[in-house]
């Protein structure tokens, strides 16, 4: 009880993915404390929302890090990150314009808006969902200086499709070095990650797709 965890995300809250909701849920009634990091902006319709998210205020204990698209509006969001770093972490804020080394991610702010709300938290653990969102959380991790053990759950098209659009490159090449454990929804899908190189030891099936039909109107 007690402990402190970040789930890192990409959409949230999600209509087709409730699980995700009753995961948050159920660690909430055990006492830990959950953060919730979606890469997304708010603008989300939340219209056919498991209650549940309401019920424990999920929305009070999330983050919004995506980039608006708008410009002027990244621009004028910024502002304020800008500030905050150069007075806390001024090394990070050079981290995330660091065009030489990012590119057009450290160009368009996209690193200050992925960045800067990790900055000064402390948590026990760290839980990525799908593999393209643990990728992007490697970049975050290097700037910021996490070194928080952290997990990944895969969800399907991250280990499947993905593998498939990258048939020669390694494209999970480092997060197989540094992520502690891997969830994977099938024994299948264990023995595909299996195939490419991951560490068999450090995959745990856990199959954690499942709605409560009752909690939704036909």
């Known amino acids: 009880k007690g402990k402190k965890i970040a789930f890192v995300v990409g959409i949230f809250p999600a209509v087709s993915e409730t699980w995700m909701i009753n ?40 983050t919004y890090i995506g ?23 001024p090394g990070v804020l050079a981290r995330t314009l660091n065009i030489k080394k990012y590119g057009k991610d450290a160009l368009s702010l996209k690193l ?19 593999g393209l969102i643990a990728n992007r959380f490697l970049t975050i991790k290097d700037i910021v200086g996490i070194r928080t053990k952290f997990i990944t759950s895969f969800y399907g098209q991250d280990v499947s499709r993905r593998f498939r659009d990258h048939p020669n490159e390694d494209i999970y090449k480092r997060l197989k070095k540094e992520c502690s454990v891997f969830i994977v929804m099938s024994n299948f899908m264990k023995d595909r990650i299996v195939a490419k190189g991951f560490d068999k030891s450090k995959i745990q099936v856990l199959p954690i797709f499942g709605i409560n039909v009752d909690g939704y109107p036909f």
């Open 67 to 89: 980039m608006p698209e708008s410009r002027i509006l990244r621009i004028i969001k910024a502002a304020p990150k800008i500030i905050r770093l150069l007075f806390m972490s």
């Open 23 to 62: 995961q948050i849920a159920g660690l909430l009634d055990r006492g830990f404390d959950i953060d919730i990091y979606a890469f997304t902006t708010q603008n989300i319709d939340q219209k056919h929302i498991s209650d549940e998210y309401k019920k424990y205020n999920m929305s009070a204990r999330t």
């Open 112 to 130: 200050l808006f992925w960045s800067e709300q990790f900055v000064g938290k402390k948590y026990d653990l760290i839980h990525l969902h799908d």
